[in-house]
């Protein structure tokens, strides 16, 4: 993967992290300093946090969806017999 498409990929969510702290702030103003938009410590460790559950959402995803095609295309029980891929499935 070059590192144009790691941007790419990776600068979507730093911006929804961005927009949601922005957005959170208006109900909690200790995330933003008064009358700017940039972030205070708090906003900040928010941010931080947002972006680790953000990933860590995405890794659990994977390794669910992972252990999921394996248990379809390895156990297709309903069917009858075992299947190589998914495709043999259809």
Known sequence: MGFATLIAYSSPCS?????????ASSWWSALS???AEAPSALGW????????AFSLLNCVSEWVREH???LLVANCIW???????VQDLW
């Open 15 to 23: 911006i929804e992290v961005e927009a949601a702290r922005q957005y």
């Open 79 to 85: 069917l009858g017999k075992k299947r190589d891929t």
């Open 68 to 70: 999921f095609h394996e």
């Open 33 to 35: 300093h008064s009358h």
């Open 45 to 52: 460790i928010l941010q931080v946090a947002l972006l680790f």
